[in-house]
Nanobody, 125 residues
Framework: QVRLAESGGGLVQAGGSLRLSCAAS????????TGWFRQVPGQEREFVAA????????LYEDSVKGRFTISRDNAKNTVYLQMNSLKPEDTAVYYC??????????????????WGQGTQVTVSS
């Protein structure tokens, strides 16, 4: 089975940057679509970004477009989310997820089979 683990969260000031990592173990990302989601307490989990196995297809939620960059290094079995120009409204627990089904709806939470435990990102004013 595939296990995912996020890292790289922390506390930053508005305008700062963080890079999140999603490392896979017990398997690989081979032919998988990998996505990032985030959740604020009391709110539903929302889509942030997703990337195909080759990296040739990428999808971003509108509010992060131009600020966040998703990428992957398949040799390291790791997907990244580079977050620049962070805003207080980006504060959330960030989760990575993976699915072998590239024909699924990439922005839907229920399209993904494997999930990490999340990493906290806090952006201060």
């Amino acid at each position: 089975q595939v296990r995912l683990a996020e890292s790289g969260g922390g506390l930053v000031q508005a305008g700062g940057s963080l890079r999140l990592s999603c490392a896979a173990s017990g398997g690989t990302f081979h032919n998988y679509v990998t996505g990032w989601f985030r959740q604020v307490p009391g709110q539903e989990r929302e889509f942030v970004a997703a990337i195909s196995w080759t990296g040739s297809t990428i999808l971003y939620e509108d509010s992060v477009k131009g600020r966040f960059t998703i990428s992957r290094d398949n040799a390291k079995n790791t997907v990244y989310l580079q977050m620049n120009s962070l805003k207080p409204e980006d504060t959330a627990v960030y989760y990575c997820a993976a699915t072998p089904n590239s024909r699924s709806w990439w922005s839907r939470e229920d399209s993904y089979d494997y999930w990490g435990q999340g990493t906290q990102v806090t952006v201060s004013s």
